[in-house]
Nanobody, 122 residues
Framework: QVQLVESGGGSVQAGGSLRLSCVAS????????MNWYRQAPGKEREEREL??????????KYEDSVMGRFTISRDNAKDTVYLQMNSLKPADTAVYYC?????????????WGQGTQVTVSS
């Protein structure tokens, strides 16, 4: 089992910055890829958008609309993944969720944090 706790959300004006953190605990040795998703207002859970991914080899991928503005990184010693968000836009307003993929005996498991609200005003 893995537990994920996000922090760092808040309200900012357009053009501002925030850094989200996600601390993992439990069987963190099994974690491979970590992701940040977001769920915009009025959207259902199934419509969560994958924002950024970091693999176990630190390879990163980004959704097109955040490319060049957001940076995902991880500190394995602290079991923490970060999402640095710069040049924020009102369209970035959402609840941001940390997600971890873990493998136990060739079975894949997925874990979610509770989410942290990011609100960007114009």
């Amino acid at each position: 089992q893995v537990q994920l706790v996000e922090s760092g959300g808040g309200s900012v004006q357009a053009g501002g910055s925030l850094r989200l953190s996600c601390v993992a605990s439990g069987s963190t040795y099994a974690i491979t890829t970590m992701n940040w998703y977001r769920q915009a207002p009025g959207k259902e859970r199934e419509e969560r958008e994958l924002v950024a991914t970091i693999a176990s080899d630190d390879t990163t991928k980004y959704e097109d609309s955040v490319m060049g503005r957001f940076t995902i990184s991880r500190d394995n010693a602290k079991d923490t993944v970060y999402l640095q968000m710069n040049s924020l836009k009102p369209a970035d307003t959402a609840v941001y969720y940390c997600n971890a993929e873990a493998w136990y005996s060739n079975f894949r498991y997925e874990y979610w944090g509770q989410g942290t609200q990011v609100t960007v005003s114009s």
